[in-house]
């Protein structure tokens, strides 16, 4: 399942807050802060791409979220994304307070393959490339070639990709390659694993327990300590219930390993091609 979620009317919003155009750092940056905040909220998201107002996150195939319920999920997740935008505005906009409340719809699409959620995500990062280009060029002809808004959409009518690299180069000294890919690639939120080593701690109790299992039964009791904390076990006359209880400390520790930590890291790269999926099996196979 993907679920996308679009600012209502964000063309207006952004002009009564000032956006700063053609990409305004503070509204994007709020924009990832709001989609991690929801991803953090929601462990069975494991992707999420954001570019302009919109944001896209792809749950795990095995979630069950909700029950799967598909009202269930776009209004809670929308509702939660437009609280922590709310929550944050003044963290990004120090010196410019709300107007009035911005709202976001949202909508869950079923995919059938890995192949659709490929195609899906490359189809929302070309986008982003498309529209970036042509508000970059038509803000450089507004703001630094002193035509109107109405002028620069003339100049740019039926122009190709290559007619706006060369306008920005030629006429502004603009390289579009070399602006931030924050602009050019959007923004890509992703769950990784971390590796996680087993604590000191952990491993010296374990090796302590196995010698306590070997210990005779003519021991009234085994303490152990960890610190200022201590724990008595007391002996019931039979080792092998001890080893019992052994194995089952070990049986805990090694299913708690079964699910390690994850992190929540932001990228700026390409995801149409292989090498981000090749690295990342993981998105696809839950």
């Known amino acids: 399942m993907v679920f996308r979620l679009d600012g209502h009317s964000f063309h207006r919003f952004s002009d009564v807050h000032d956006f700063e155009k053609p990409n305004d750092v503070r509204a994007l940056q709020l924009m990832d802060h709001a989609a991690r905040s929801v991803m953090e909220e929601y462990p069975d998201i494991v992707l999420a791409f954001g570019e302009s107002d919109e944001y896209s996150f792809l749950l795990k195939r095995s979630t069950s979220l909700y029950n799967r319920r598909e009202a269930k999920i776009v209004t809670t997740l929308t509702s939660y994304f437009t609280s922590s935008y ?115 701690s952990t491993k010296e109790n374990l090796e302590r327990s196995d010698v306590n299992a070997q210990v005779p039964s003519s021991l009234d009791s085994v303490a152990t300590s960890e610190g200022s904390n201590a724990t008595t076990v007391e002996d019931n006359g039979s080792p092998a219930e001890e080893q019992k209880r052994s194995g089952k400390k070990e049986k805990k520790v090694r299913k708690a390993k079964t699910k390690p930590p994850t992190r929540i890291v932001l990228l700026h790269c390409d995801i149409i091609k292989d090498d981000f999926w090749n690295e990342r099996p993981s998105l696809l196979a839950e």
Do not use: C, M
């Not at 982003?128 to 042509?134: A, F, K, S």
């Not at 959409?153 to 690299?165: E, Q």
């Not at 000294?173 to 080593?197: T, W």
């Open 86 to 200: 709310v929550f944050n505005w003044s963290t990004y906009f120090r010196d410019k307070p709300l107007q009035y409340p911005p709202s976001f719809d949202g909508r869950i699409v079923p995919y059938p393959a890995e192949k659709h959620i490929r195609d899906y995500f490359a189809w929302r990062q070309a986008d982003t490339h498309i529209n970036n280009l042509y508000n970059t060029t038509f803000w450089a002809l507004v703001q630094q070639g002193g035509q109107t808004t109405t002028e620069a959409h003339a100049t740019l009518r039926g122009t190709f990709a290559k007619d706006k690299h060369e306008i920005l180069f030629s006429r502004f000294k603009i390289n579009y390659n070399q602006l931030d890919p924050r602009f050019r690639k959007g923004s890509v939120l992703v769950r990784e694993e971390v590796a996680e080593q087993e604590p000191s």
